[in-house]
């Protein structure tokens, strides 16, 4: 174990204070294979205690003086600022991205903070034109008690981006972080403890999944749940919280169509393809897992795509020199190699890449090599299954129409990307694409900011923007009438 991990608590967090268990679970470095901590694992009672101390908390915490409260976000925005490389570490060894990838996460998680701090100053109500001697008013409240259940994909970005707008809004939070991940989430909640969080605010428990989703779910005491994760466990949780009639967001799965279109900037386009599909080894509800190129270019635009994806270097994202890191598990590397098996045999050519990495610095971590399939078609599970991986499925188009078609042929509506230079075929771009975020001669879409969430089967609610913190209120209408 690295000290970095010695460090951290590995209990629950609940009502303020560390919360050991006798159950526990190992965490896994996925570039090496070892266990690198031991975590504990709630039981029915621990959850149910920290969904009520979120309860008890809320009303204080909802009554605190805006500017307080305004404070606490910021002091945790400073923290996570001040921590950041020891944070990124942590982030490194248990989910392997590289070093300057897991660094940036935390620092848009501390983004989050102060943006979300500062739109808590704005959740401004609404006058309504009312009858003389009455006032309409709409005012937005708190939820209360919000249940979030996160990925292990950002260890750290998806629960910052779910904390702090429903902090910032009033309400008390119960976190369950991924089994995979757990380290970043207890690192987060220290610096809640250091920024002295009043207890009961902030708590996290840890441990079977189904059953705390469920604890989640059966519970009136919790008002709303925010999820990110599979489109799968995002319905079950959906269709579970149908009695309790939860409020909820689900941030579910992506398999984003990048077009680009004969007249596309073609360095461009590779740069963008690039950065959006290597970011954490493809392993991204946004990265590019369609990309659509017109006939014509196709020739240059391979051309200028191969050399740079044979160039990027694998390995322990802890060195420096690494562009990728591995896979998160075993499981990972089978269903990718299932895809490229299953593409090759439907007629794909495997242009570069393609294998298990097994060797030397390779030997115990879960490494593939970055991977270029070409003529790719719908017969092939690769067009309709989210990747995951660091694996390119070329399908060439000829008219922008049935590029539209192809891309919006998936039951996913998260991201899509497209490249072209016409101002006319843009606008038709922009407004053909059945996804929740569209990015043009750009990839870079993710910001706190600017609204991220789906459509379709990649779920309901948006993140970051000023829409962010909505999802953490109620429109409450008051009609005053003065006698
Ligand atoms: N739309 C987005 O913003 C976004 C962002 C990141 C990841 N994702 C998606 O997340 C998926 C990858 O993450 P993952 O493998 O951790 O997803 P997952 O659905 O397996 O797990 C997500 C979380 O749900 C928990 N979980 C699993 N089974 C559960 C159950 N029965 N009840 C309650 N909770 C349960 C997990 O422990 C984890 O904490 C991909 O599909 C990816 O596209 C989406
Ligand atoms: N954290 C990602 C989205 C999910 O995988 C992003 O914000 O780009």
Known sequence: MTNVINELHTDLYINGEWVTTQDKKDVINPATGETIAQIAQANE?????????????????????????????HKIAD?????????????????????????????????????????SRRLYGELIPAPNNHKYEIIYEPIGVVAAITPWNFPSGMITRKIAPALAAGNTIVLKP???????????????????LPKGVANIVMGSSKEIGQAFTDSNKV????????????????????????????????????????????????????????????????????????????????????????????????????????LIREDAIDKIKQ???????????????GHRLTEGEYSNGFFIQPTILDHVNKTMDIFYEETFGPVIPIITFDTIEEALAMANDTEYGLASYAYASDSSIIQQISRTLEYGMVGINEVAISNPETPFGGVKHSGFGRENSHLGIKEYVTAKFVNTQFL
């Open 339 to 353: 895809q490229i098996v299953n593409a090759t045999d439907k007629g794909a050519t495997l242009v570069t890449g």
């Open 178 to 196: 991924s089994g995979d991940t757990p380290l970043s989430a207890l690192a987060i909640f220290e610096l809640f403890e250091q920024a002295e």
């Open 79 to 119: 923290l996570l600022e001040e921590n950041a490389g020891r944070l990124a570490e942590i982030m490194t060894l248990e989910q392997g991205k590289p070093l300057k990838e897991s660094k940036l996460e935390v620092l848009s998680g501390a983004e989050s903070f102060r943006w979300n701090a500062e739109e």
């Open 45 to 73: 009672a621990q959850v149910e205690e920290a969904i009520q101390t979120a309860h008890e908390a809320f009303s204080g915490w909802k009554a605190l003086e805006l500017k307080e409260r305004v404070t606490y976000l």
């Open 223 to 326: 008002n709303k749940i925010t999820f990110t994760g599979s489109t799968p466990i995002g319905k079950a949780l959906y269709e579970q919280s149908g009695q309790t009639l939860k409020k909820m967001s689900l941030e579910l799965g992506g398999h984003a169509p990048f077009i680009v279109h004969e007249d596309a900037d073609i360095e461009a386009a590779v740069k963008g393809l690039i950065a959006a599909k290597f970011r954490n080894n493809g392993q991204v509800c946004i990265a590019p897992n369609r990309i659509f190129v017109h006939s014509s270019i196709k020739d240059k635009f391979m051309d200028k795509l191969v050399p740079e994806v044979e160039a990027l270097k694998v390995g322990n994202g802890l060195n420096e020199e690494s562009d990728i890191g591995p």
